[in-house]
């Protein structure tokens, strides 16, 4: 059974910085994908960064060159550092194995003007 934990979220100013994580369990996390998502009120879930087993990211156009998504395979976390943020960076952030539908319960960020 997947399980993913996420923590980090908070209430920041715009300019700021958080970084979430995500503690996966269940899987065998150094050999899967990882991903984190956001949901904003009113909007459709959007991928926000994923990165491979290998390492290798990408990330939605919207947040290139502001976050950065790492892992460490010794802690089965994924983390999310997320620098100069912005008001419509406030969602829901969730993170996913790829490859296997379980979510976890998110952590809420909000950014404020």
């Known amino acids: 059974q997947v399980q993913l934990v996420e923590s980090g979220g908070g209430l920041v100013q715009a300019g700021g910085s958080l970084r979430l994580s995500c503690t996966a369990s269940g899987i065998i996390f150094s050999t899967n994908a990882m991903a984190w998502y956001r949901q904003a009120p009113g909007k459709e879930r959007e991928l926000v960064a994923r990165?491979?087993?290998?390492?290798?990211?990408n990330y939605a156009d919207s947040v290139k060159g502001r976050f950065t998504i790492s892992r460490d395979n010794a802690k089965n976390t994924v983390y999310l550092q997320m620098n100069t943020l912005k008001p419509e960076d406030t969602a829901v952030y969730y993170c996913r194995a790829l490859g296997f539908g379980a979510w976890g319960q998110g952590t809420q960020v909000t950014v404020s003007s």
């Open positions: 990165i491979t087993s290998g390492g290798n990211t």
